[in-house]
């Protein structure tokens, strides 16, 4: 069980690489600008813009995209996030909001497009 929930969070980043590394692009092809559209309501919720639901990924099943998602992942996001993605990292304890559990239903359950979106323009404190 243990390895199924850290796969899916590798699969997960490996998706996000794969779509920053490609440029994610609307269905009509236009680039779109994230920064100006950031939705931020309360601290408790973070919404993604409706048009991060209709991002394409392309790339969502490259087993070289959840390797590298990998090592991103134990780079960037693990100090905070934790090495199995629960929001238990040991930087992330002091930090207000506190980092995401990565393996919830609340964040999987979030389109492909919506995460890379939230990973891409950040929420203090996240990078």
Same mark, same amino acid.
């Given at each position: 069980m243990?390895?199924?929930? @850290?796969k899916i969070i590798y699969i997960f980043l490996g998706i996000i690489l794969i779509l920053t %590394? @490609?440029?994610?692009? &609307?269905?009509?092809?236009?680039?779109?600008? +994230?920064k100006n559209n950031y939705i931020m309501q309360n601290?408790?919720?973070?919404?993604?813009?409706? +048009? #991060? &639901?209709?991002l394409v990924n392309r790339l969502k099943d490259l087993v070289k995209a959840s390797q590298k998602?990998?090592?991103?992942?134990?780079?960037?996001c693990a100090i905070?996030?934790? @090495?199995?993605?629960?929001?238990d990292g040991a930087a992330g304890m002091g930090l207000t909001p506190?980092? #995401?559990d990565l393996t919830s239903k609340k964040v999987q359950s979030q389109s492909d497009g919506a995460? +890379?979106?939230? %990973?891409t323009t950040g929420k203090p404190p996240m990078a």
């Open positions: 243990k390895k199924n929930k @850290v %590394i @490609v440029g994610a692009k &609307d269905n009509s092809n236009k680039q779109l600008n +994230y601290s408790d919720e973070w919404k993604a813009p409706a +048009y #991060a &639901d209709k998602g990998k090592e991103i992942f134990d780079v960037q905070c996030h934790g @090495v199995e993605g629960k929001g506190r980092p #995401a995460i +890379y979106w939230k %990973i």
